[in-house]
């Protein structure tokens, strides 16, 4: 198992870009399906991004939720044992909490909350209008 320490939110300007880190420990953790979650206030977590381990050979494959396609990346440096969230173009509506979250569980989808087994504590992005 590993465990998960998010970083890098912070107050940015509408339009303005922020990179999102997850910081793995315990153990590499580069063959683990990784995700970004985010939840505002009174709201329920919902899903941002994934990065699918998809094999040694195929890498990752990368899965946004609609209204962040073209604006968000999802990135992994194994090496540091690190995931990253790269949030360009941003929008008040992207005010929230985000959640690193990882999984090594095969799932149908990784979309959803219950499809990952460890989650780090948040890092609070504010986007002022």
Known sequence: QVQLVESGGGLVQAGGSLRLSCAASGRTFSNYHVGWFRQAPGTEREF????????????????????????????????????????????????????????????SSYSSVYDYDYWGQGTQVTVSS
């Open 48 to 107: 941002v991004a994934a990065a699918i381990w998809s094999g040694i050979w195929s890498g990752n494959t990368n899965v946004y939720e609609d209204s962040v396609k073209g604006r968000f990346t999802i990135s992994r440096d194994n090496a540091k044992n690190t995931v990253y969230l790269q949030m360009n173009s941003l929008k008040a509506e992207d005010t929230a909490v985000y959640y690193c979250a990882a999984t090594r569980s095969m799932r």
